[in-house]
């Protein structure tokens, strides 16, 4: 009873305050009603506009992922250009041209006659003219020398299109937090393809008294600086067509599933027959037994495992080396074959289709090119076209994978 009570004289009691306001409110003076007036259309006008900056200054995400794909697509490109580039200068014996790893100062090539005497003069130090070029002209020398010059020049580039756009989006707020670790990455593996590109180059230039082959680069080197390469493609390819293409709703049905477990064998495997082919061009392994599908008029040469102990054949014997990418070349495009066969009795997006028979048409391509490139003794236009047929039929393994994958949940 009481709290009823209570409630009836506050309730009566803020309704008569109302009244009284309403009724003191026209008794003001219009100075001091126009003041108001204009003091809430103010604060109406700064509370629409301030929402609004954010707003102009935010992209849309399908607009981010659109420029950030297109960024990353580029760049792909440019480090498919820095691995042909590098096969071409490995395949004109050109790579150990330049002994100074510099920079900035070696951005500028010898410019008079006297700079490229010294330079030339330099070159005649390391073991590759001693053994290898010793009747070697000025012009012969200019040339290798431009080869590794355009190459380590390339590699300048692909830098730059990689760091020079991350500072501009990071500045300009276009990265989440995912994006920011991903793009980090990608510039860290940039400057460490630079040094280990160095290291590399540096084993060749070393003097190996007890060693009576031709002066080269070790395979070793050659090999992590190949497959650091292909990482970095990889990584960048797959990330920027992950912003470009959206997932297609497919019903995960066990056919599906166990289809993008095969795309994802394919694909490791066809990175793995594309590294080996370091090891081929790190020991000339191309040049040994040119016929196929016998080594020698025999399925398993003799000195397959001349190596001791049996491992080193693997990474040092040329013969084991070209029987291990046969191998590794057959079981791809069996694999490839086989994905392209189970592919048809699944429901399957239109896309992702013509990137399964792409993979496929390539990787018959490919193999012919190697088996064309074995039989003619390795002629330079034939093999730098077989190398860039690795990072075309890779590149096709990455879209396939891009086509099958999930729905994020």
């Known amino acids: 009873m009481l709290l009823s009570s209570l409630r009836t004289t506050i309730f009566c009691g803020c309704r008569s305050a109302g009244k009284e306001f309403q009724r003191s409110s026209h008794r003001r003076s219009p100075q001091l009603r126009q003041w108001l007036v204009k003091r809430n259309q103010s604060t109406i006008t700064v509370e629409a506009g301030a929402p609004s900056v954010p707003a102009a200054a935010a992209v849309p995400n399908a607009a981010t992922n659109r420029i950030l794909g297109r960024w ?19 395949l004109t014996e050109s790579g150990l041209s330049m002994v100074d790893w510099h920079l900035v100062r070696e951005m500028k090539p010898p410019q008079s006659e006297a700079e490229w005497e010294a330079e030339f003069s330099k070159y005649q130090q390391f073991p590759e003219f001693k053994v290898l070029n010793h009747d070697m002209t000025l012009p012969e020398f200019k040339f290798i020398f431009f080869m590794e010059w355009g190459h380590r020049m390339w590699g300048r580039l692909v830098g730059l299109a990689y760091i020079l756009p991350t500072i501009y989006f ?23 393809q630079g040094l280990l590109g160095w290291y590399m180059v540096k084993s060749g230039l070393e003097d190996k008294p007890e060693s009576h082959d031709i002066p080269r680069v070790s395979q070793y080197r050659l090999s992590a600086h190949l497959g650091s390469a292909l990482l970095l493609y990889t990584a960048s390819l797959w990330t920027g067509l992950t912003l470009l293409l959206p997932p297609h709703k497919m019903a995960d049905t ?23 082919g370091a090891f081929v061009a790190g020991l000339d392994a191309g040049l040994v037994y040119n016929s196929f599908p016998k080594m020698a008029d025999k399925w398993i040469p003799d000195d397959l495992l001349a190596f001791s102990p049996t491992l080193k054949n693997f990474f040092e014997n040329p013969t084991t080396v070209q029987f291990d990418h046969r191998i590794l070349a057959i079981s791809s495009l069996t694999a490839i074959t086989g994905l392209y ?24 391509t490919q193999v012919a ?18 190398q860039s047929g690795s990072v075309a039929l890779l590149s096709f393994a990455i879209w396939v994978l891009a086509e099958l994958r999930k729905m994020p949940k």
């Open 254 to 276: 066990k056919n599906l599933m166990q289809l993008r477990r095969f795309a994802k064998g394919t694909g490791g495997l066809v990175f793995l027959t594309a590294l080996s």
């Open 369 to 386: 090119l190697g088996i064309s490139t074995l039989l003619l003794y390795v002629p330079t236009p034939l093999a730098a076209t077989h």
């Open 72 to 90: 990353l697509l580029g760049c792909s490109g440019l480090v498919v250009g820095a691995v042909v580039l590098g096969g071409v200068t490995r």
């Open 170 to 192: 990071w500045k300009k707020g276009y990265f989440n937090r995912s994006m920011k670790g991903k793009v980090l990455g990608l510039c860290g593996f940039v400057f460490f």
């Open 341 to 364: 066969l189970f592919s048809r009795r699944v429901m399957l997006p239109r896309r992702a289709k013509i990137a399964i028979s792409l993979l496929a048409a390539m990787a018959y």
